[in-house]
């Protein structure tokens, strides 16, 4: 086989064979099919396309490049959550004890941040002690007793897809919705899941900022999970504005616990409670959506979602104790409200201006090495559709040494505000089976 023939193969508008697939992802994770070529090679993708057969055989042959996660010793039906990215997005932390509660086994690989997103683990990190480096037998271990834990991605997992990400970063190829789906895809399968939840965002904050295109890659996603055995459910919500009212790391496990306390805002809630009541129903939890939703809304009232997260940090090494005195989280130095400069309706909180603005407070990371802030941000006062006062607060900074000017006119920046009444968007946009 040469390299060459598939990419004029594909240039031409030809459908390459599985085996024809497997050569280029493994030649090209091993070296010895070079950068140029397979820049070539996704360049035509992106203009040409793939075929669904195509598409799972990439995901297929992506999983294969690296070290895959066994997770048989696990009893029960693994549900993975995956979210496409947005900001202010708290769900992991919700949602992983809150469907544990109620027997729906987690073991999930979560990431770092990097830009104006948050990591889980960054997160996570901002309870005293807690930390993700444990290795596999444990990890099982701890699924096993507590239904719960959650690690670092193995550095290992799909070599082909971070390789390959690396040069569509580089050549313009990032956008094309087959390379997408099968890039999460394969690293979802990696990790052992049986079947996955995706949470497809739509709008300002999200990577898909039109609903056609969330769409067709909840689609292409679900399709992909189809042809390899794994049930899997995209669910599209709106990311116009962040999601809940907190940015930054323990400001988010904060609000977090409110969530699973049954005073969270309303928004987030939905989420969780919309993508908790799938991954039920997926791993035989619950046998229809309604009974999931019950269920999930039960463990919350009961206390029972709160007690398992606190169990999930202990046996993690965290201070559980955060989650009765949330005080004993990171706090920052100064609390700063940003007043309405006049009065009317917010229109539109540009999601990705706020997550920047919360990253120049300390709260995200420029590159992989820079350390993060874990206790600055910004909370929300506003979202869309609220009425405002001149004078009232639109949202509160927290922050130590940095950044607070910039953030402050990032957030003016982002915030329209708007005479006549405005509708909020809804949340939960669509659904994908
Ligand atoms: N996220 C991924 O994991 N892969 C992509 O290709 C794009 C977003
Ligand atoms: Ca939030």
Do not use: W
Not at 390 to 395: N, Q, S, V
């Amino acid at each position: 086989m040469r390299t060459v023939d598939l990419i004029t193969k594909k240039r031409d508008g030809g459908e390459l064979s599985e085996a024809e697939i497997r050569f280029l992802i493994q030649g090209y994770t091993d070296g010895s099919i070079p950068d140029y070529q397979m820049s070539a090679m996704a360049m035509a993708i992106f203009f040409r396309g793939m075929t669904p057969e195509e598409r799972a055989n990439l995901t297929m042959a992506m999983v294969e490049s690296g070290e895959t996660i066994d997770l048989s010793a696990i009893s029960g039906v693994k549900v993975d959550k995956h979210s496409t990215g947005g900001v202010g997005d708290t769900t992991t932390l919700v949602l992983a004890p809150l469907v544990a509660s109620i027997g729906v086994p987690v073991a999930k690989m979560s990431g770092r941040g990097l830009g104006h997103t948050g990591g889980t683990i960054d997160k996570l990190e901002s309870i005293p002690g807690f930390h993700v480096e444990i290795g596999n037998d444990e990890f099982i271990e701890l699924v096993n007793r507590n239904g719960v834990a959650v690690i670092g991605q193995s550095a290992n997992l799909t070599p082909a897809d971070k390789k390959l990400y690396g040069l569509r970063d580089v050549t313009g190829t990032v956008n094309s919705i087959p390379l997408i789906a099968s890039s999460i895809m394969s690293k979802k399968i990696a990790s052992g899941a049986d079947a996955i939840v995706l949470d497809v965002k739509t709008g300002d904050g999200a990577f898909m900022k039109e609903m056609s295109e969330a769409q067709e890659l909840a689609a292409c996603m679900v399709d992909i999970g189809g042809r390899v055995g794994r049930k899997t459910v995209a669910v599209l919500s709106d990311m116009s504005q962040p999601l809940g009212n907190a940015i930054g790391n323990a400001l988010e496990v904060k609000e977090a616990i409110d969530t699973l306390r049954g005073q969270g805002p309303s928004d987030l809630t939905e989420l969780c409670l919309t993508l908790g009541s799938h991954m039920a129903v997926l791993s035989g939890a619950a046998s229809g959506k309604e009974e999931a939703r019950a269920l999930l809304e039960q463990a919350i009232e009961s206390g029972k979602a709160l007690e398992k997260f606190k169990t999930f940090l202990a046996s993690q090494g965290g201070d559980a104790s955060v989650v009765d005195e949330p005080e004993r989280l990171p706090t920052a130095k100064r609390l700063i409200e940003v007043p309405a400069k006049e009065s009317g309706f917010v229109a539109s909180i540009a999601a990705e201006q706020m997550g920047l603005a919360a990253m120049l407070l300390g709260a995200g990371r420029a590159t992989k090495e820079s350390p993060i802030d874990l206790s600055v941000g910004i909370v929300l006062r506003k979202k869309i559709g609220d009425a405002v006062q001149a004078g009232e607060p639109l949202a509160v900074v927290h922050a130590n040494e940095v950044g607070v000017e910039e953030a402050i006119a990032r957030i003016y920046e982002s915030i329209a505000i708007q005479p006549e009444a405005v509708r909020p968007p809804s949340l939960i946009v669509g659904e994908v089976h």
